[in-house]
Nanobody, 119 residues
Framework: QVQLVESGGGLVTAGGSLRLSCSASGRTFSSYNMGWFRQAPGKEREFVATISGGGSARSYADSVKGRFTISRDNARNTGYLQMNSLKPEDTAVYYC????????????WGQGTQVTVSS
């Protein structure tokens, strides 16, 4: 079992930055791939970024590539999403999630944190 808690959301003006954190319970955090997803009002949840358990492999949605950076500190059981050059269309509830590397779907989800980007 993994429990995830996001933090770091808030209100920022366009062009600004935020760093989201995802604090995980358990002593096997490093064995899970971690992902960030977001859901804007009236839209489906979409993939943002993912990182492997050891941190060597990362991938991003095209919409955030070059602006967002996913990372993790396994010693602190924490994952991060650094968001730069924010745009109003980045406004959404952001969720972190975890899955075993050999599984397709994410089994564990946080409660989400709101990010609002004003123009």
């Amino acid at each position: 079992q993994v429990q995830l808690v996001e933090s770091g959301g808030g209100l920022v003006t366009a062009g600004g930055s935020l760093r989201l954190s995802c604090s995980a319970s358990g002593r096997t955090f490093s064995s899970y791939n971690m992902g960030w997803f977001r859901q804007a009002p009236g839209k489906e949840r979409e993939f943002v970024a993912t990182i492997s358990g050891g941190g060597s492999a990362r991938s991003y949605a095209d919409s955030v590539k070059g602006r967002f950076t996913i990372s993790r500190d396994n010693a602190r059981n924490t994952g991060y999403l650094q968001m730069n050059s924010l745009k109003p269309e980045d406004t959404a509830v952001y969720y972190c999630a975890a899955r075993r590397p050999n599984e397709k779907g994410y089994d564990y989800w946080g409660q989400g944190t709101q990010v609002t980007v004003s123009s």
